[in-house]
C-alpha cells in the first residue's frame, strides 16, 4: 500500500498530544474556536473523500458546470501545522516536492481569501504533510482549503462561525464547502451548495488510485451531458437506510467514461473490483481514484488483499467513512 498513498515523513511534534480525527465538522469547531484562547501553533488532521454519486447538468454562464453530487469524507487524511509569523508573511511548506507552494496552491489561496474577508494582516506559517494523492479525485486540495480556514480562524482568534468559513470557501474552491458539512452531503450549483446527510450505517471502502493521475479541467472538457439526466434520489435514500447493496447499484458517476478513455487502467481496477464481489464500485471526482463499498471491514480486507494480488502495480488502501465526525483539535 505504498506509492500514492506514501506516509508523511515525520516532524517534530508541536505538542505533547496529537489529534487523531477520522473527519472534521466546521460547525463543531466554531464553538470551539470562538471560546478558547488563540494557540500559537496548531496541529489540524483533514480528511479525503470520495463521490458516491456525481451527475453533471450542464455548463453554467460563469464557466463552471452545474452539478449534483453526494460525496463522504473518509480517513485518509493530510495535515497541516500552523503557527503565527508576527512579521505578517504567509508560507507554505510541503513533505512533496512535486506540490507548489506557491499563491496558487489551495492553502495559501483560503488564506489570503480569510484575510481579504476579515481585513487582518496577520500571517502564519504553514507545514502540510501531504497523503492524499493529487489529480485523484478525492478532493485534497479543498480539503486542505477548508482546513486552512479553520486553523487560521483559531490562530488568529477570529471568532467567525462556520457558516462564515464555508461561504469564504466557496469562493476558493467548489469542494471546499463539502467540508463544513462532512461527513456526507447532498452537493450541488457547482459544488458549494451542501445538505448535510444522514448515514445510516459505517461505510468500508477499499481505494485503489492508479498511478497516472488526471487533470479535472481535461475531464470536464470531454462530459457529454444527458438530456435525462440520472437522479440522485434513491441513492441518498440508500444511504440514509444503510442499504450497502442498493447504495451499491446506484452508483453513478458521469465523469467515468470520459476519464476512463483518458486512462485506462481506472476501468482496469474498476472491473478487477466488480469481479471480487463488492457490493458495488465506481471512480471518484474526475479520477484517478476508484473505490469500492464493501458490506463490512472483513470483506474490505480481503478485496484488498485480493486485487493487490491481480493489480499489484496499484496502491490500495483500506478506508472508512465516519458516521460521527470527531472535532478537531489543535496541539495542546
Known sequence: MDGRFSQPRPRAPLGSSHPNAAAFRCREAASIMSSERAPAELLLHTPAKVNLFLEVLGKRPDGYHELQ????????????EFSRDDTGELSLTCDVPALSCGPENLVLRAAE??????????GARVHLCKRIPMQAGLGGGSSDAAATLIGLNRLWNLGLSSADLAAIGATVGSDVSFFFAAPAAWCTGRGEKTEATTMGRPLNLVLACPVQGLSTAEIFRHVRVSATPESGVEIRQALTAGDLDELGRRLFNRLQEPAEKLCPAIAQVRHAL????VAGCLMTGSGSSVFAVCRDRSEAMRVASSLGAVIPTVPLRYCAAAVSPAVIRGAD
Open 274 to 277: 466488480a469481479g471480487l464481489g
Open 113 to 122: 481569501a480569510l484575510r481579504r474577508h476579515t481585513g487582518v494582516t496577520h
Open 69 to 80: 453530487s453526494l460525496m463522504l469524507a473518509v480517513d485518509l487524511e493530510d495535515s497541516l
